[in-house]
């Protein structure tokens, strides 16, 4: 062994970004291999590092640039780095060139270098020169790599799909991962379903956090990199390595034809950047109920037709009825024609007397429910339209009216 070294070799990192002015940070450097190692007999001797940028992303280019005193300019200095997959290429005179992969994982990778002495004697140090690389975060279009399935649902709530309790509850959000862009970095989005009754009212709001980003080309790898998100970024613990291709929509309340709302969009919490308002994706299912539904409505008729005028009856104003709904299968919506049974032309419900009302069938044409249909909104409980009714009334002759109506479903 050589003499003992009474002061160890003395290597300079500078990172600065090309063009500022650098500070020096003196650091001691140490074998990166040490079985067999002889050290230089080198009193007094440094070397400088000098690096174009503070941060690099995958495909950036390293320029770095080495200086050696005079007590060591006989010495030659060659960069490498251990662990990061990079070489470092001589463009000239104490320059080096070398290419970040794309498949690079974000992290610090300390530059080392191999030392040559005028000898042939070769030694190799580890330096404090750090190269710190750090992947883009941008925001990529979901509707570029999301989507729901196995349904595909409707646009807007008037073209909801309708779907049984059962389809409903398998439905899953979808990342095809392929198809995020390269450097997009890792995508966090905000997934929330809502649940509308058919009146409007919000019966259930399930928000649900997740994450996914583009394959790094095979399963270990992609593991280590959620493992790396995972506990970089809290609010995504409970986050499970399948949830990077799909995930399930949670639902529990599905009263009958309610409409599911399903909205994915970026969590701008994490990400930084501008917020687009127009970076989403909405979908609309419709929970299947039964075909035919009773309702009781109370109306006031107006008779604008009276097939037997000359058996005058003086009508009240209220008629009370119970009404069968027919529900479409394909939109889930009510037929806009219902029939009805119940008292016509009364004082009030109950209130039936001689020469004034009776007892009624009704064919109802629902012109509310028509305006409905076209995304008018009007309260799923009033109904306004026209009626044909075959009339019976109390001591009088049965005829055929024809009504305006306008009522109120309880």
């Known amino acids: 062994m050589l003499k003992n070294i009474s002061h160890a070799i003395m290597l300079l990192c500078i990172v600065g970004a090309a063009g500022a002015q650098s500070q020096q940070q003196s650091t001691t450097v140490y074998p990166v291999f040490s079985t067999g190692l002889i050290w230089s007999p080198i009193e007094d001797g440094s070397i400088t590092l000098s690096v174009d ?74 330096t404090s020169c750090v190269v710190e690389v750090e992947e883009y975060q941008a925001v990529e279009r979901v509707d570029k790599y999301a989507s729901i399935g196995p349904e595909p649902g409707g646009r807007d ?49 399930y928000v649900r956090r997740v994450m996914t980003f583009r394959s790094r ?88 037709y009276d097939t037997d005028a000359r058996d005058t009856i003086e009508y009240g104003n209220t008629s009370a009825m119970m009404r069968f709904y027919y529900f479409d299968g394909t939109s889930g919506q009510r037929f806009p024609v219902n029939l009805g049974i119940g008292t016509f032309g009364v004082s009030s419900p109950i209130d039936i007397s001689p020469g004034r009302g009776g007892f009624a069938m009704s064919v109802f044409l629902d012109v509310v429910e028509l305006m409905r249909r076209v995304g008018i909104g009007f309260p799923l409980r009033v109904n306004a339209g026209l009626e044909l009714v075959p009339f019976f009334p109390i001591h009088r002759r049965s005829r055929v009216l024809l009504n305006a109506q306008l009522g109120v479903t309880l």
């Open 53 to 126: 940028k503070l941060v690099y992303f995958p495909g950036d280019t390293i320029r770095l640039t080495i200086r050696q005193n005079d007590s060591i300019a006989a010495f030659t200095v060659t960069p490498i780095l251990v662990d990061g997959g990079i070489a470092f290429q001589p463009v000239g005179p104490n320059a080096y060139l070398a290419a970040i992969p794309e498949t690079l994982m974000p992290g610090s990778y300390h530059i080392s270098v191999k030392v040559v002495d005028a000898l042939g004697r070769r030694f190799v140090y580890q």
């Open 157 to 205: 709530p008037l073209t909801a799909e309708v779907l049984d309790r059962e389809q409903i509850k398998n439905l899953h959000v979808i990342f095809h991962r392929d198809s995020i862009r390269e450097h997009m970095g890792p995508q966090f989005l905000t997934i929330r379903t809502t649940v509308l009754s058919r009146e409007g009212t919000i019966v259930q709001t």
């Open 217 to 304: 080309g095979g399963p270990n790898r992609d593991l280590a990199m959620f493992l790396q998100y995972r506990k970089a970024y809290g609010a995504y613990a409970v986050i499970r390595p399948e949830d990077l291709k799909q995930v399930q929509v949670e639902v529990d309340t599905l009263p009958d034809w309610a409409v599911v709302k399903i909205s994915i969009e970026p969590d701008y919490s994490i990400t930084i950047g501008e917020v687009d308002k127009s970076n989403y994706v909405t979908r609309y299912f419709r929970v299947e109920g039964p075909s035919i539904e009773v309702g009781f409505t109370l109306g006031i008729p107006k008779v604008l």
